[in-house]
């Protein structure tokens, strides 16, 4: 079975731009859950998706925003980029939220 | 506020030896515990789940669930370099504002030297 992929792996941006992230979960997997990590906050909880709906969100302002599409494939996106979003975002696919799989990350640079 | 904390490590043992990573969470109300490894400059993978008190083995690792003492941990066993990584303990709380989110420890840096 496939794992999780995420596209773009790197990303390099300046601030005030705005980035669109993209997650494939496991196949059959409905659930995909989207972190952001950083050495000084560790894993920090975005938002999560389920059959298209956000069952869940996190502490973020609302620059972050994502959706998921019937494929089960979802997207992140955020809008006009600071500084301090430079972070590695990782998404995690499960088949009813909690036992995740992570895929490998896109690594977010802002200038 | 539910919270996960970890011995902050970091954790050196010598190769053959038992690597003892602990983890304890504020909030009764959880379901569901994880382990993850994390290799510097990779993503968490996933290496043990734990839903039920006692201990749980998958070959050189056991996970470890004490509810009544909201403790769980992980034990490697004949540890090998190939170990040292980051490892992360999760936990999945029950209720509906929980739903999709796991709540991370800050990691504990396992070093297993030669």
């Known amino acids: 079975k496939a794992g999780v992929t995420q596209t773009p792996r790197y990303l390099i941006k300046t601030r005030g731009q705005q980035v669109t992230l993209s997650c494939s979960p496991i196949?059959?997997?409905?659930?995909v859950s989207w972190y952001q990590q950083t050495p000084g906050q560790g894993l920090q909880f975005l938002f999560e998706?389920?059959?298209?709906?956000?069952?869940n969100k996190g502490n973020f302002p609302g620059r972050f925003s994502g959706r998921q599409f019937s494929n089960s494939r979802s997207e992140m996106n955020v809008s006009t980029l600071e500084l301090g979003d430079s972070a590695l975002y990782l998404c995690?696919?499960?088949?009813?939220?909690?036992?995740?799989?992570f895929g490998p990350g896109t690594r977010l640079t802002v200038l | 506020q539910k919270e996960v904390e970890q011995n902050s490590g970091p954790l050196s043992v010598p190769e053959g030896a038992i690597a003892s990573l602990n983890c304890t969470y504020s909030?009764?109300?959880?379901?569901?515990f994880f382990w993850y490894r994390q290799y510097s400059g990779k993503s968490p993978e996933l290496i043990m789940s734990?839903?039920?008190?006692g201990d749980k083995e998958d070959g050189r690792f056991t996970a470890q669930l004490n509810k009544a003492s909201q403790y769980v941990s992980l034990l490697i066993r004949d540890s090998q370099p190939s170990d040292s990584a980051t490892y992360l303990c999760?936990?999945?709380?029950?209720?509906?504002?929980?739903?999709?989110?796991?709540?991370f420890g800050q990691g504990t840096i396992l070093t297993v030297h030669p």
């Open positions: 995690a696919s499960s088949l009813e939220g909690y036992e995740q799989f």
């Open positions: 734990i839903y039920s008190n």
């Open positions: 998706y389920f059959s298209e709906t956000q069952r």
């Open positions: 999760a936990v999945y709380y029950a209720g509906g504002t929980s739903y999709g989110k796991l709540t």
């Open positions: 196949s059959g997997h409905r659930s």
């Open positions: 909030d009764r109300v959880s379901q569901s």
